[in-house]
Each structure stands twice: as structure tokens, then as C-alpha cells.
């Protein structure tokens, strides 16, 4: 079975400043997807970024870029020019890309993310 | 495009009773996803629907159901509430061969 691990259950960061949130995971698998969601306040679900693993190169959607590192099962979200609106409970997701796995995400135990101004 | 819908957001039932949350996914997606949230578990999946089928079923009791009909809504059902299963139950939608899912608002549920 697959786990997904967040070793940083809080990250602060002033505003305007970088900051890099750490997601670990564990997998027998070859071909597989890792995303960061962003849970609010609002608990509302939001998808900030994802990863197909048989792509190199790393994925990046405006200020936000992972660094993803197959062979050390790593996938980090680096946030630039952090903004308040930034603030929210961070989540490492993995999904199988095949075998019966349909439709299940395995999460992290997720990073709350402090925008300081 | 209208996102996800899942409808009540909010519930509050007694211990014992039944409970059907339900959940429209973005138009032209055909698989849903539940998962329940709690501050001890995280998130956790329960199952995943396609073409009115389950296809997957996460490590959940007897108690938590589910279907889906012919217009991809998707409706869970739990039995017998207990205290435990006071959560935020989360829907997510997909496309066909898309692998992302969107999330509902969720529903969140109170079991006294």
C-alpha cells in the first residue's frame, strides 16, 4: 500500500518571501500522480499543482513549483512571493495511474501554512 | 463550468440514525470519489463511482454505502450513526481518463 508522509505539520512565512513544503512517499509503483491541494479556512478542497511521475521535468503553475525527485520519493511545493491568501492547511496526495486503484487519492497528514505580513 | 455541489453542507443527527449526503459532479465527469476528514484520521477514502458502478471501496464498515445514477450524481449513505463518524465528508470529481479530482465544499456532519 502506498503512504504519503508531511514531516512539517506547521511552516510559517512572511509575506513576499519563499517557502518550501516537504512530502515524502512510498510506492512499489512506476507510473503514478502526486498533487498539492490547499485546504482554507473555508475547507473548501483546491488543487494548487500535479505531477505525472513519468515527466521530468518538474511541474510549475505561476508562483508555485514542486521539486520532484523520483528516486528519492520526494515531491516538495515551493511557494514564491508568499501572498495572505496563501494561508491554508497544505496537502501531499498520490494516486496509483493504473491497476485497481481507481479513483482513490492517499493524502498526507497535511502542513498548515502561516502567511505572516 | 460550475464546480462540484454537495448538498447538505451542514447536519446534525443523534447516534443510531441514518444519514444520505449527496453530491453533483462537474458536468461531463462521470467518476466520484468520497472521502471523510477528521482532525485524527485525515482523509481518508471511502469509494469511487464510475458509470454507476463501484470500482473501488476504501476500509470503511458495512454501515457507509453508496451509489451513483445515471447523471453521475452521487449519493452516500450511512446506517446506524455513530460518534466516530462526525467528519467532513468530501466529494471529488474527474474526468473519463483525467486523473485530477475537484472537491466539493463538503458536507460537514455532527453525530450526537
Known amino acids: 500500500a502506498q503512504t504519503v508522509t508531511q514531516s512539517q505539520p506547521e511552516m510559517s512565512v512572511q509575506e513576499a518571501e519563499t517557502v518550501t513544503l516537504s512530502c515524502t512517499y512510498d510506492t512499489s509503483e512506476s507510473d503514478y500522480y502526486l498533487f498539492w491541494y490547499k485546504q482554507p479556512p473555508s475547507r473548501q478542497m483546491i488543487l494548487v499543482i500535479r505531477q505525472e511521475a513519468y515527466k521530468q521535468q518538474n511541474a510549475t503553475e505561476n508562483r508555485f513549483s514542486v521539486n520532484f525527485q523520483k528516486a528519492a520519493k520526494s515531491f516538495s511545493l515551493k511557494i514564491s512571493d508568499s501572498q495572505l491568501g496563501d494561508a491554508a492547511m497544505y496537502f501531499c496526495a498520490y494516486r496509483s495511474a493504473g491497476g485497481t486503484s481507481y479513483g482513490k487519492l492517499t493524502f498526507g497528514q497535511g502542513t498548515i501554512l502561516t502567511v505572516h505580513p | 463550468k460550475a464546480g462540484v455541489t454537495q448538498t447538505p453542507r451542514y447536519l446534525i443527527k443523534t447516534r443510531g440514525q441514518q444519514v444520505t449526503l449527496s453530491c453533483s459532479p462537474i458536468?461531463?465527469?462521470?467518476?466520484v470519489s468520497w472521502y471523510q476528514q477528521t482532525p485524527g484520521q485525515g482523509l481518508q477514502f471511502l469509494f469511487e463511482?464510475?458509470?454507476?458502478?463501484?470500482?473501488n471501496k476504501g476500509n470503511f464498515p458495512g454501515r457507509f454505502s453508496g451509489r451513483q445514477f445515471s447523471n453521475s450524481r452521487s449519493e452516500m449513505n450511512v446506517s446506524t450513526l455513530e460518534l466516530g463518524d462526525s467528519a467532513l465528508y468530501l466529494c471529488?470529481?474527474?474526468?473519463?481518463?483525467?486523473?485530477?479530482?475537484?472537491f466539493g465544499p463538503g458536507t460537514r456532519l455532527l453525530v450526537l
Open positions: 463511482y464510475f458509470s454507476e458502478t463501484q470500482r
Open positions: 471529488a470529481s474527474s474526468f473519463l481518463v483525467e486523473k485530477t479530482q475537484y
Open positions: 458536468s461531463g465527469h462521470r467518476s
